[in-house]
Nanobody
Framework: QVQLVESGGGLVQAGGSLRLSCAAP????????MGWFRQAPGKEREFVAG???????TYADSVKGRFTISRDNAKNTVYLEMNSLKPEDTAAYSC????????????????????WGQGTQVTVSS
């Protein structure tokens, strides 16, 4: 049973920073693209950032320049460093794993991801 476990969410003031972590101990981690998605109340789930099997990142325009995704294959962990947070970043953040034969491709569609974490809440106050 594959489980993804997120941590690091919380309450922060606008302009602050948080670092999310997602551990995937049961995964052959290097075979997976890892992604972060978020969902705010009343809104659809949206792609935030993804990282390819060879650590090439891609970001949603709304977070580009503020968020950084990284991965540590030795620890089976993906991270999301979030800086200059805004109230509109408030959402439940989930990590996801997409088994991929490509070492560079990154899907931004949640339908392509095979495993999901339970989510961690990020709340940014104004």
């Amino acid at each position: 049973q594959v489980q993804l476990v997120e941590s690091g969410g919380g309450l922060v003031q606008a302009g602050g920073s948080l670092r999310l972590s997602c551990a995937a101990p049961g995964l052959t981690f290097s075979n997976y693209v890892m992604g972060w998605f978020r969902q705010a109340p009343g809104k659809e789930r949206e792609f935030v950032a993804g990282i390819s099997r060879v650590s090439m990142p891609t970001y949603a325009d709304s977070v580009k320049g503020r968020f950084t995704i990284s991965r540590d294959n030795a620890k089976n962990t993906v991270y999301l460093e979030m800086n200059s947070l805004k109230p509109e970043d408030t959402a439940a953040y989930s990590c996801a794993a997409d088994h991929s034969y490509s070492v560079v491709a990154i899907s931004t569609s949640p339908r392509d991801y095979d495993y999901w974490g339970q989510g961690t809440q990020v709340t940014v106050s104004s």
